[in-house]
T-cell receptor, first 113, second 113 residues
Framework: DQQVKQNSPSLSVQEGRISILNCDYTNSMFDYFLWYKKYPAEGPTFLISISSIKDKNEDGRFTVFLNKSAKHLSLHIVPSQPGDSAVYFC????????????FGSGTKLNVKP | SAVISQKPSRDICQRGTSLTIQCQVDSQVTMMFWYRQQPGQSLTLIATANQGSEATYESGFVIDKFPISRPNLTFSTLTVSNMSPEDSSIYLCSARTRDNEQYFGPGTRLTVT
């Protein structure tokens, strides 16, 4: 049973426009959420995170929104750049198992020049 | 930060054999982990590699199939034993630093024929 889901396997966006990547989860005990970016032949790299006590966290062009009632989070990239083309994973964890991250299956973002 | 390297980067192995994957971190880390990403699926935690003691395995993973060693703070190995085609996956090493950032290695792509 996958507790973190990314229902869009791919997304294509024009350079300069907004990219919105979505993630849904089922476990109400999740209290910390992260986004990772992965280029081919490299490991996932940390991008941005959000605690369940917040509903928004911003870092430069990247903003993560958390809607706890809907068990939904999203990553906004504005403006999108060709170098943002990668696979994006959302992940979540609980306080009672700090070591275990639950990952979505990833969304492949293609930013067209 | 932490830079994680893995060896080998990829391998093709025959059914019934075993493969040991090495993970080296360039700095001391508090925790090390092993993940698996099966084709088209999300990253799944196999186990937490504990220094000087037995690894802590997640549900569905056992020591006989995935023996893990962590002889010091910067090095760990994962062995995939008695392989079958279902073990074909990307295996990723991960480490957490003292400031609680989690990093991933580039992965080892294993194909079992």
């Amino acid at each position: 049973d996958q507790q973190v889901k990314q229902n869009s396997p791919s997304l294509s966006v024009q350079e300069g426009r907004i990219s919105i990547l979505n993630c849904d989860y089922t476990n109400s005990m999740f209290d910390y959420f992260l986004w990772y970016k992965k280029y081919p032949a490299e490991g996932p790299t940390f991008l941005i995170s959000i605690s369940s006590i917040k509903d928004k966290n911003e870092d430069g062009r990247f903003t993560v929104f958390l809607n706890k009632s809907a068990k939904h989070l999203s990553l906004h990239i504005v403006p999108s750049q060709p170098g943002d083309s990668a696979v994006y994973f959302c992940a979540a964890r609980t306080t009672y198992n700090f070591n275990k991250f639950y990952f979505g299956s990833g969304t492949k973002l293609n930013v067209k020049p | 930060s932490a830079v994680i390297s893995q060896k080998p980067s990829r391998d093709i192995c025959q059914r019934g054999t075993s493969l040991t994957i090495q993970c080296q971190v360039d700095s001391q880390v508090t925790m090390m982990f092993w993940y698996r990403q099966q084709p088209g699926q999300s990253l799944t935690l196999i186990a937490t590699a504990n220094q000087g003691s037995e690894a802590t395995y997640e549900s569905g993973f056992v020591i006989d199939k995935f023996p893990i060693s962590r002889p010091n703070l910067t090095f760990s190995t994962l062995t995939v034993s008695n392989m079958s085609p279902e073990d074909s996956s990307i295996y990723l090493c991960s480490a957490r630093t003292r400031d609680n950032e989690q990093y991933f290695g580039p992965g080892t792509r294993l194909t079992v024929t």
